[in-house]
């Protein structure tokens, strides 16, 4: 049987095919869907949301150790957060399978860096798979398993934000039964006191010399012989892109891309007058290739910055000289889009609060998530944004070198907030630091598609769950100025924050409005502009409300009146409570003449 999947979906109906026990993961761009398929279409498998990807991780390596195969999801920035466990298991090894999925965002299409995660399974010494469709994708999860077991070792799946989110058919099989292992106490190999390290480290090495023989023999590293001069070494999504450029080349196609198959590699390059690697990001298959002592080249023509195309590798395949001009015609998207620059949604509760932060001008140390958007014009007021729960460690260095006259606040989504922003609060609280700290609460982990989390009341499998109370949370951590305030209410966040700004210990103000779009989409009585009372002074503009637009109608000196979209509008009141000459009513109020 065959269905149409995405890269992701596969993922999922590899880990059922798998007979996986346990999926857990925290949800990241562009891996979410795994999981959320995973729920959804397969419950057999246990799955769950962790607070934060390092839990997920060794909630998966408890699963492991106990008998059960474990898949692991995350981004790629998710993986830094999880290195910790990750590094030390690639000694511990497993007992039953464990495949780990990295998501890579080349392009940053929703990620604040464009890392290229293969060199964590070259940092760890782990085998590393990369699939170039769905159904690769599907196939290379059963195989991580196998490999898993047979070698002792956590598996890296690498996928990219063009294999996760293109579908792509699927061959489906019937699920297949793990191996039946149980829990087994072996401190020498699953505690990593010094002694048993350098034991296991031993047992690394030994690992990684026999993956290399394994690479240049298995057929998930093959070569596509069509009689060219021209050789290309490339794997992932990038094999796609070439093999639609020039199919006529010869193609050695690596999908089990560490350690790589250097025999292979040796003899595909001396058969061709020319080799050239094509990758995305960095030079990951280059430099290993080039420090081999092998010729060749690849990113002098494609470059290592933001994701390929079509029309990308014909351009360096041009410039490599091994295609024409002609050749580059019709191929790929333009190569200019029109651009649809991010705004948050219509209501959204964030809203109040940056327009609150901009007008009092203080410094804004932000985080991870929707309202990251509040650094966007005309809001402009974030300063700050450099990885999940920095927030509120970037405002207590800030404060303790005074580096803003006006005072700063961090501000942190719920979700995030409980991903890794406790024990920056904490560290508020013991080092005595001066900040005020907004929790913008808005009941989901909206980013990425309103996701359960800790407070929310429910899991990913659906059962209800004990909500973890924000406000007792960080009393409990010694907070002792908590407030929760209306993020709708304009006046009232300007007033709380005045007042916190002045305290001479931490606080935090939490809002407490829910995402305007889920669990499901919220519109009250929509707003209306009064043209007759409008004078276009341009204040309901500034909010940054999709909702609102410049009007065909015009004042005296030629500037437009606004108009909102009664169909977008959420009824949420802030451009109401802006508007000097209150022009912007409830339909419901709007005298018509």
């Known amino acids: 049987m065959k269905e149409l999947l995405s890269g992701n979906e596969a993922v999922a109906r590899g880990a059922f095919e798998s007979d996986v026990k346990l999926a857990s993961a925290y949800p990241g761009t562009p891996s979410t869907e795994i999981l959320e398929t995973i729920a959804a279409k397969f419950p057999s498998i246990y799955a769950q949301w962790s607070p934060n990807e390092k839990v997920a991780y060794e909630v998966g390596v408890g699963a492991s150790i106990g008998g059960g195969r474990a898949l692991v999801t995350m981004k790629h920035v998710g993986l830094n957060v999880a290195a910790d466990p990750y590094m030390t298991h690639a000694y511990t090894g497993v007992n039953a399978g464990f495949v780990i999925v990295s998501a890579d965002d080349p392009e940053m299409h929703s990620s604040q860096n464009e890392q290229d995660n293969r060199f964590f399974a070259k940092f760890a010494k782990i085998p590393m798979l990369e699939p170039s469709d769905s159904n690769e994708s599907k196939e290379m999860v059963l195989t991580g398993f196998e490999l898993s077991e047979v070698f002792d070792t956590p598996v890296l799946l690498r996928m990219t934000t063009r294999i996760s989110h293109s579908k792509g058919i699927v061959e489906i099989s019937e699920q297949t039964t793990g191996p039946d292992r149980k829990f087994v106490k072996e401190p020498s190999k699953y505690v990593m006191v010094p002694s048993n390290a350098r034991g296991r480290h031993v047992i690394v090495e030994e690992r990684i010399e026999k993956l290399k023989k394994f690479s240049d023999e298995t057929p998930l590293n093959f070569i596509e012989n069509n009689g060219s001069k021209v050789g290309i070494i490339t794997g992932g999504v990038s094999y796609q892109y070439a093999k639609e450029v020039t199919p006529e080349f010869d193609y050695l196609k690596i999908g089990f891309s560490y350690p790589l198959p250097m025999k292979k590699i040796e003899e595909f390059i001396n058969s061709h007058d020319i080799v050239i690697v094509v990758e995305e990001l960095e030079p990951f298959y280059e430099d290993q290739i080039k420090a081999a002592g092998f010729k060749v080249k690849g990113k002098e023509y494609f470059g290592n910055i ?188 300007i007033t709380c924050l005045k007042e916190e700004l002045t305290a001479e210990e931490p606080s935090v103000l939490i809002t407490t409005r829910p995402c305007v779009l889920m669990p499901k989409r919220i519109m009250d009585e929509p707003y209306t502009v009064d043209l007759e009372l409008c004078t276009a002074c341009s204040a309901c503009f500034k909010i940054s409300c999709p909702a609102i637009s410049a009007s065909e109608e015009t004042n005296k000196h030629g500037r437009p009146k606004a108009i909102i979209d009664e169909s977008v509008c959420t009824g949420c009141t802030l451009c109401a409570q802006v508007c000097p000459p209150e022009a912007i009513v409830l339909k419901s109020q709007k005298v018509e003449v």
């Open 306 to 493: 933001g994701e390929l195309s079509p029309y990308r590798v014909a351009e360096g395949f041009k410039n490599a000289g091994v295609i024409d001009e002609v050749k580059l015609a019709g191929i790929g998207v333009e190569k200019d889009m029109f651009p649809r620059p991010p705004v948050l949604c219509p209501g959204c509760p964030h809203r109040g609060a940056f327009m609150a932060l901009k007008k009092l001008g203080v410094a804004v140390t932000g985080d991870i998530g929707c309202y990251t958007l509040g650094v966007m014009e005309p809001l402009n007021a974030m300063d700050t944004c450099i990885c999940m729960g920095a927030s509120i460690g970037n405002a207590i260095g800030m404060e303790k070198v005074k580096g803003s006259d006006k005072g700063t606040v961090a501000v942190i989504g719920d979700s995030t907030f409980f991903h890794s922003g406790v024990t920056g609060l904490m560290d508020a609280v013991y080092n005595q630091s001066n900040v005020t700290v907004m929790v913008l609460d808005n009941s989901a982990t909206a980013m990425t598609g309103g996701q359960q989390h800790p407070s929310t009341g429910k899991t990913l499998m659906g059962n209800d769950a004990r909500k973890i109370d924000i406000p007792n949370l960080c009393k409990a951590l010694g907070v002792k100025r908590v407030k929760e305030i209306d993020a709708y209410d304009y006046d009232e966040v």
